[in-house]
């Protein structure tokens, strides 16, 4: 991954709806021209709870229309890539 800083002037910045931090659930139903998602260094127990799985993170690159940037580290995404987790929704049918 590149490590590229930039500076600019916030007047500069194109129409753009401000969120400091918005979680996958909260962003459900919603769409940005661009998001960026942020995944942290992963932890053993990340690993074995399932909150960080497939789902979730296709649902965090489906809310974005245009462009998605994805950051952090690439073991992590790695993780919850590999992770898969099965709903068991209780409706049988």
Known sequence: MKENFFQFALDTLPEHEPAFVMSVHKSQGSEYDTILIYLPDSIEEEKSNGLLNRQVLYTAITRAKK??????????????????????TGFRI
């Open 67 to 88: 462009q998605v940037i994805l950051a952090g580290n690439p073991q992590t995404w790695e993780i919850g890539i590999a992770n898969f987790q099965n709903r068991n």
